[in-house]
C-alpha cells in the first residue's frame, strides 16, 4: 500500500499540505508503516486536493476535494479495513476520470504521475533514454531531421517552427552557443509551464540537453518566474540529480559531449516573454527588444547564436526522440501538429489543465473535457491567448483548436491559456482589463505602445463609466492600426487584439454602454444599481450580516432596503440572497 | 557633484539607514560575474525586505555601473519594491480567471477594509498590499496570497474576515 498526494501549487493553495499532515500523524496513530510521496497537478485542479491510495496490486484510487477529516476516514476504511470509500473516489485503475477520455498527455505524461524530485522515478517513465539515444545513436543533424518530421512548433505563442530554429543556431558561425528556456509564463491565466516545471522537471532539462547537443550548445539558462518558487526549488533539486548521475556536466555519459544548466530568476515583467527582452534581462539588464534581425540564432545572449523555447516546446523533445516524430505528427491536423496543453479557466465547471491532439473543437475542449459552464449558464466567449489575443463568441464555438484557425477568428493559440466567459461577463470591461495589463507592462520603448495604450485604455474606462462617444469607437479603431503598425515587438503589435475582437463580435455591447448607458452583462458598476425588492425579500438578515460596508438596513422579518450612496457593488448580497430578492439594473 | 535633477530622482527611493555591510557577501557571491545585476538586486531584496537607496548607490559603486542604471533596472521590474513592507504582504491576483470570478470586487473590499490602495503598506505597519498578474492558481478564482499562503474562491466578505482573523491573532483578540 501507497500514498501519493498532489502538492502542486494548485494542490497546496487547496489545502494539500494539511491533508498530508493530517494522513501522516493518522498513519503515525495506527502504528502503520506506509510511504507517503507527492507528486505535481494532474491538471485535475477542481478536484484538488488529491489523494491516491495504490494497493498491493497495483492498483489505484483517486480520491478527490480531501479535507483533512477524510484523509482520518481513507485511513481508518481504506487502508485498515481494506474498504474503499466509493463516495469520495472519482477514479480507479478500472474506472479512470472520465475528463482524461479525449485527452493525449504527451508532455503532461509524467505530471500527477510521478514524484517530480525523484530522478529515479522519472527514470523509470524511459526518463533520459531519449537523451542517451541522440548522444549515442544520432548525429546532431539527424536529431534535428527527427524534430522536423514530428512538426513540432513553438508553443510559446507565435508557433514558430522549432526545427528551423534549431537549425539555424547549429549553422550560426561561432564555438560559444547557448539554449534558453523561456519559464516566464506571464499571461494572466495561464500556468501549463508551472505544472511541468513542478510536475516533471526532468522532461524539461532532457529536452533542453537535445536541444543542446543539436545545435551544438554547452550552456543553458532557464529564465523563470520569481512568482514561481515551488518550480524554481524543483528544478535546482533535478539540476542537483542529473550531474549526480552524469545527464548533466563534463562528457555526458562518456560521449564527449558536456552540458550544465542554470537558473536565472526573473523579476517581474511580462515584456520578457519576447526573446530579445528576454535575452537583455538574462545579461541583467532592463527587459527591453530590440529589433530583429539579426535574430538570436544569430546573435542572442552576449552576441552568441542562442536558441530560445518555451517550457511546453522543450518538454515535447524526449517523447517525439522515443517515439519517433511521425508518430508525434501523427496527431493533429495538417499544419498544426501533436498535442497542446491548455489552462482551462474562468467559469468553467472543470477548471484546471487539458492537454488535447491539435485540431479539437473548442466545444469539446469546453464542454465535454470542461464539463461546461458553471452554474449552467450561457457560453458567451473564449478568451484565448491573453492579452494578446482576443474572444471567440459562441458562433464559432466548433472552431479547432490549432495555429491557423484560431489566428483566423482575430484570437491567437497563445500559450495555451483558455478563460471561459459567460453571460455575465462585460466584453468592453475584459477589453478594459487587458488594456490596463497592457499599458502597465509597455516597456515604453515604441511611443505607440506606450502612449496609444494608455489612451486606448482612457477611451474605454470611459466607456465602461457610461461617457462614451460614438466617436470613440472609430478612434479605437484607428489607434489599433496605429500601435500595431507603429511598435517594435510582439507586445505592442498585439496589445490591439482584445479590443479588435471585441469591437468585432460584441460591438453592440460597446453601443449599449455608450448610447443607452446600459452594461448588458451588468458588470460595469457605474452603470448599474442595486436594490431589493419589497415582495421577495423576507427580511433574513444574511445579506446584510454579508455587506461589507453596512450599506443594507431593516429590521429582521421585515423587507430591507440598500443605502445606495454606501452601496460599493461588490454583489455580496446577490451572492448570498437564497430568495432572488437583489435586483441589479 | 549632483545636480538637482539627480536629487529629484532620488527622491523616489526609501532613504532610510541600513547596514551596508550585510551586503559584502552578495558581492563576493557575484564578484567578476557578468549579468548579475538583476539577481544582486534580488539578494538586496531579500535582505532588507526593500532596495534602501543607500543600497542602491553602494552597488553601483561596487559594481562600477551608473546609478542612473541601477535605478532605471530597479524601477523597471515589479518584482523590487522601493518601500519597507508591513509584516504580512497580500497580493491580490489578478489574472484574467480571477477578474471573470470577481476579483475586482475582492479587491475593492480588501482596500476599504485596511483604507489602502494597491501597492501601499498600512499605518500600522501590519499588511501590504500588491497586485500581481497571476499566481497560477485559477481554478481556485479568485485567490489571494498572504506571506505564501494562497486563500481560494473569495468573495469580499470571506477575504475581509481572512484579514480579520490575521489582526485578531495580532492583537490578541482586539479586531480592527
Redesign the interface.
Known amino acids: 500500500m501507497k500514498i501519493r498526494i498532489g502538492l502542486g ?2 494542490g ?3 489545502g494539500g499540505k494539511k491533508v498530508r499532515d493530517a494522513l501522516v500523524s493518522c498513519i503515525k496513530e495506527k502504528g502503520l508503516d506506509i510511504e507517503i510521496t507527492s507528486t505535481g497537478c494532474i491538471g485535475m ?2 478536484y ?1 486536493p488529491l489523494v491516491d491510495i495504490i494497493d498491493d496490486k497495483g492498483e489505484v484510487f483517486t480520491y478527490v476535494n480531501v479535507n483533512p477529516e477524510m484523509a482520518g476516514e481513507i485511513v481508518e476504511q481504506h487502508i485498515v479495513n481494506g474498504s474503499p470509500i466509493d463516495k469520495y473516489i472519482a477514479s480507479t485503475g478500472k474506472k479512470p476520470f472520465p475528463q482524461l477520455e479525449k485527452q493525449v498527455r504527451v508532455v503532461l505524461q509524467n505530471c500527477g504521475v510521478i514524484n517530480p524530485e525523484s530522478i529515479e522515478d522519472y527514470l523509470d517513465k524511459e526518463g533520459y533514454k531519449a537523451l542517451e539515444k541522440c548522444i549515442k545513436e544520432m548525429t546532431p543533424d539527424e536529431v534535428i531531421s527527427e524534430i522536423k518530421a514530428s512538426g513540432l512548433r513553438g508553443r510559446g505563442g507565435a508557433g514558430f517552427p522549432t526545427w528551423f530554429k534549431w537549425d539555424a543556431a547549429r549553422k550560426a558561425k561561432g564555438n560559444e552557443k547557448y539554449v534558453v528556456c523561456n519559464a516566464d ?7 501549463m509551464d ?1 505544472s511541468v516545471l513542478e510536475g516533471d522537471p526532468h522532461g524539461l532539462l532532457e529536452g533542453m540537453i537535445i536541444a543542446g547537443y543539436a545545435i551544438g550548445a554547452n550552456y543553458g539558462y532557464i529564465y523563470c518566474r ?4 515551488l518550480a524554481i526549488e524543483r528544478l535546482e533539486g533535478a539540476i542537483a540529480q542529473a550531474h549526480e548521475r552524469n545527464y548533466l556536466g563534463e562528457n555526458i555519459l562518456g560521449s564527449g559531449f558536456s552540458f550544465d544548466i542554470k537558473i ?7 515584456v520578457c516573454g519576447e526573446e530579445t527582452a528576454l535575452i537583455a ?7 527591453m527588444p530590440r529589433l530583429k534581425p539579426p535574430f538570436p540564432a544569430q546573435s542572442g545572449y ?1 552576441g552568441k547564436p542562442t536558441n530560445i523555447n518555451n517550457v511546453e516546446t522543450y518538454a515535447n523533445v524526449p517523447w517525439i526522440i522515443r517515439n519517433g516524430g511521425s508518430a508525434f505528427s501523427a496527431y493533429g491536423t495538417e499544419k498544426s501538429n501533436g498535442t497542446k496543453v491548455f ?1 482551462l ?3 468553467v465547471k472543470n ?2 489543465l487539458v492537454e488535447v491532439p491539435m485540431g479539437m473543437p473548442l466545444r469539446e475542449v469546453i464542454y465535454e473535457i470542461g464539463g461546461g459552464i458553471k452554474k449552467d449558464k450561457d457560453f458567451k466567449a473564449v ?1 484565448m491567448g ?1 492579452p494578446s489575443g482576443g474572444c471567440i463568441p459562441k458562433a464559432l464555438i466548433d472552431t479547432p483548436v490549432d495555429y491557423e484557425s484560431i489566428t483566423k477568428t482575430g484570437a491567437i493559440m497563445g500559450s495555451g ?1 483558455m ?1 471561459v ?1 459567460d453571460e455575465t ?1 462585460c466584453m468592453v470591461d ?1 477589453a478594459r ?1 487587458f488594456l490596463d ?1 497592457t499599458c502597465k507592462e509597455s ?1 515604453g520603448k515604441c511611443i505607440y505602445c506606450r502612449i496609444g495604450t494608455k489612451r486606448m485604455l482612457e477611451i474605454l474606462e470611459r466607456i465602461t463609466h457610461g461617457e462614451g462617444k460614438m466617436e470613440d469607437i472609430d478612434e479605437l479603431e484607428k489607434l489599433c492600426i496605429s500601435i500595431k503598425d507603429g511598435s517594435l515587438c510582439g507586445l505592442g503589435q498585439t496589445a490591439p487584439n482584445p479590443v479588435l475582437t471585441t469591437l468585432r463580435y460584441f460591438r453592440d455591447e460597446y453601443i449599449a454602454h455608450i448610447k443607452d448607458g446600459k452594461c448588458p452583462a451588468k458588470q460595469c458598476k457605474s452603470l448599474i444599481t442595486y436594490s431589493i425588492l419589497a415582495e421577495k425579500c423576507t427580511g433574513c438578515t444574511a445579506c446584510a450580516r ?4 453596512e450599506a443594507i438596513t431593516g429590521e429582521r422579518k421585515q423587507p430591507h432596503i440598500i443605502d445606495p450612496e454606501k452601496c ?5 448580497c446577490a ?1 448570498t440572497c437564497k430568495f432572488g430578492a437583489i435586483n441589479v439594473e | 557633484m549632483s545636480c538637482s535633477c539627480e536629487k529629484k530622482l532620488e527622491s523616489n527611493f526609501n532613504n532610510q539607514e541600513v547596514d551596508l555591510t550585510l551586503l559584502e557577501p552578495v558581492f563576493k557571491k557575484y564578484e567578476g560575474q ?6 544582486i ?2 539578494d538586496t531584496q531579500d535582505i532588507y525586505g526593500f532596495l534602501p537607496l543607500n543600497a542602491l548607490k553602494a552597488i553601483a559603486e561596487r559594481t562600477g555601473n551608473r546609478k542612473a542604471k541601477i535605478y ?2 530597479a524601477t ?5 519594491r522601493l518601500n519597507p513592507t508591513g509584516k504580512y504582504i497580500i497580493l491580490q491576483c ?4 480571477c ?4 476579483s475586482e ?1 475582492v479587491s ?2 480588501i482596500c ?2 485596511l483604507g489602502i490602495a494597491p501597492g501601499e503598506t498600512s499605518s500600522d505597519g501590519m499588511f501590504t498590499l500588491e497586485d ?10 479568485p ?1 489571494m496570497m498572504i506571506n ?1 499562503e ?3 474562491n473569495l ?3 470571506s477575504a ?1 474576515e481572512v484579514i480579520r482573523a490575521i489582526y485578531q491573532k495580532e492583537k490578541g483578540g482586539a479586531s480592527n
Open positions: 501549487s494548485c497546496i493553495a487547496a485542479c477542481f484538488e509564463e506571464g499571461d494572466p491565466g495561464a500556468f508551472r520569481a512568482e514561481y518558487p536565472k530568476k526573473g523579476a517581474g515583467a511580462f534581462s538574462l545579461e541583467g539588464e532592463r527587459g552576449f489552462a479557466a474562468g467559469k477548471g484546471g478568451q491573453g491559456g478563460v466567459m461577463t475584459m482589463f495589463f516597456c454579508k455587506c461589507p460596508t460599493i457593488k461588490c454583489g455580496n451572492i | 557578468n549579468a548579475s545585476l538583476i539577481s538586486l534580488q532605471g533596472i523597471f521590474y515589479s518584482q523590487f489578478q489574472g484574467t480567471a477578474h471573470v470570478n470577481g470586487e475593492a473590499a476599504d477594509e500581481v498578474a497571476c499566481l497560477g492558481c485559477c481554478s481556485l478564482a485567490v505564501g494562497a486563500y481560494g468573495t469580499p466578505s475581509i
